[in-house]
């Protein structure tokens, strides 16, 4: 699914998968903070964002 | 009905002095594909008067497969807010250039559902009203072209506002109604045709007629029972192939089934309608869940006996096809109107 | 007649008088040159409508999903590697089925031949590799293997790979040195571009849904796009609201396309929507050397787990 949002031209950066245990909440923080900062690098999105209807 | 004389070499100048009055609309060729749709315009463009039929109908210029209809704000702040509203859109004149006669026809049974005494459905009617139909005559029909047979044809003028007929370097202008008079006008084309232009154009107009080799019989529909063609045994056969997609009905320049939809967007909301189709399995179905239509073989039936059968009956003006073809071309699996036609037609109850 | 479909005439005339089918389920001739037409035989005499030629481009498969009887069922390569997703699917149980496998040469391409020949097509006559083509503007000779579908031309599954019986000898099969040089050439492009191809790509699309029906993978009962609770996607032309259908659609077919092309041939506005599938397929073989419809005995990649399944993807 990655890929192929990817091939249509979604920046791979938007789009993390991970595993995280209910026991590892520094992980998950870390997760958390790592998403919120790539992402707010790349700006807001403007590809499968549906504008007003 | 006055006949102008325009050469062709003064065509374009024509078409950008109405482009200051009109919205144009012509068949436009898609950049990277051998293939043309309906489309407006810029300033500056001219219309493509090459014939090229069109995959879909110009329907979609009056009756957009999404429309707008209403909106309203979901902000209780405001004062009129949850109160739908209709959706503002300009309806300046618009004219469609290079329409074939037959979609001219198509659209004034199309009219017959959607303007009537008891309800006027106001967005076709104001666009209707907006719109001057530019026909052009079609001097060499395609081999799926069977307009002669059902009510229509290659010249037909009902509808048609100024009637285009092709005559080498120039072209013969009918004009039929004032609004096709004030196009002209505002084209400023007005060289009255010399005397013999009638005849010609009676002739290639024949000639025209002539070379459709597509004949279908519809002469028995009317006079036959419903439920004899409804209960006839040859309906899963003609559906065994159908894939039940929508390329039949959204190629129709007569198919006016549309579905009504809400949305909303944070604390705005728009009610918008979309093309539907007969083919589809939603179409029809009920709240409660039961479809009058769920089998594949019910919904093929539909959309032949709407076209064939019950819009006959009930509007007294022909069938609801205009044998423009479209259907026959675009159909992955090759159900032929024209072969449903006949069988309908030629139907002999077994007793 | 060609020696081809006179040997399928034979066949199903033969199955059905013996009574070991039901049905046989085949192509007719088109009412137009250039179309045939999934057709349906159940008495041995309606077995001399069949037809084979180089435009019968739909995936017979597509006939036979959840039907009780026996069929007949003639497959191309790439139609038997759906039946064979079929079986793998619970969709049809062999038993059911009598395949007579036809060793296919590719089909053609009829936009491309309406493209060479300019001019509205009157009549084609086949015979071998030499398409005589009447027109508007006289007939013209083309060679069949200049105008083969994109899919056909790249097809390394010409024979059946399941079958009960042979209506004719096997195929050589083609070797394609870069397969998936389609699927690459996008890969190469820098996002927005890639957007941009994909917005240019579906911006015809009138969600007629031919490319889903006439596709032997989308058989479930109610499609995302027409669920109304919870309702997944707009019902409208919103652009964004087609791509997520076209997006979605392929992704449902992820490890399980077969690349035959029904849902090109079906649309009819021309769009290369094997454009999304074909992606997944190049995934299907480098991530886990999967081809979809070659094994009944093996479930498809994305229906099981593998310890060695890749997860670079996970953190």
Known sequence: MANLFEHMGLEKERLHFSWISSAEAGKFVDVATDVANTVEALGPIDKFVKKVA | MKLIHIDKKEWNQGMERAQKEYLLFSPVKDKDKEQYLFGPLAHGEVPDMTHADTVLSPKSIIFPQTEKMLHASLDPSQPDHHIMKRVPEEYGPRAVIGIRPYDVKALTLMNLNFDTDDYRDPYWCDAYKATTFIALGVNSPSSVDFSTSMGSGPFDETGVDVLLVDNQDSYIAKIITDKGQAF???????????????????????????????????????????????????????????????????????????????????????????????MFPLFTLHGSGHNPRGEKTQRVRQRFMHKLKYFLDKYDQGTMCVGCGRCVE????????????????????QK | MDQLTEKIRE????????????????????????????????????????????????????????????????????????????????????????????????????????????????????????LTVSSSHGDVELNKNDYLRDNCATCTHRNPVIYDELAAPLVEEQTVEEPFAD????????????????????????????????????????????????????????????QTFHFLRAFHCAGRCTDCGACEAACPMDIHVRAFTRKLNKDALELFGWEAGLDTEKRPPLDTFNPDDPDEFIR
């Open chain 2, 184 to 278: 002209m006008e505002a084209a400023g084309f007005n060289a009255e045709a010399d005397p013999s232009a009638r005849e010609t154009l009676d002739n290639i107009k024949a000639n025209a007629e002539k070379k459709i080799t597509a004949k279908v019989g519809t002469d028995t529909l009317r006079g036959r029972e419903i439920l004899e063609l409804y209960e006839a045994p040859f309906w899963d056969e003609i559906a065994f192939s159908c894939i039940n997609c929508g390329t039949c009905t959204f190629v129709c320049p007569t198919c006016w089934c549309f579905d009504i939809q809400d949305e909303t967007k944070g604390k705005a909301c728009t009610r918008f309608r979309n093309w539907d189709s007969c």
């Open chain 3, 11 to 130: 066949l199903a005339s033969t199955l059905l008088k013996d009574g070991k089918v039901d049905m046989v389920i085949g192509f007719a001739d088109g009412t137009l040159p250039m179309t045939s037409r999934p057709f349906l035989a159940t008495e041995s005499d309606k077995a001399a409508q069949l037809v084979w030629n180089s435009f019968c481009s739909l995936n017979l498969t597509n006939y036979i999903t959840g039907r009780k009887e026996k069929i007949a069922l003639f497959a191309k390569g790439c139609d038997s590697r759906n039946v064979v997703n079929h079986i793998v699917e619970n969709k049809i149980s062999r038993d059911q089925l009598h395949i007579i496998g036809v060793p296919c040469q590719g089909m053609v391409d009829k936009k491309a031949i309406l493209k060479a020949v300019g001019g509205e097509i009157t009549g084609l006559c086949e015979e071998g590799d030499k």
């Open chain 3, 183 to 242: 699927v690459a050439a996008i890969e190469k492009m820098e996002p927005v571009d890639k957007a941009r191809y994909f917005d240019n790509l579906i911006k015809d699309c009138i969600r007629c849904y031919a490319c889903r029906n006439a596709c032997p993978l989308c058989y479930c009962p109610t499609c995302f796009v027409d669920e109304s609770g919870p309702q997944w996607v707009g019902k409208g032309q919103n652009p964004t609201d087609i």
């Open chain 2, 330 to 349: 675009s159909c992955p699996v090759n159900i032929d109107i024209r072969e449903v036609c006949n069988i309908m037609n030629n139907y002999e109850p």
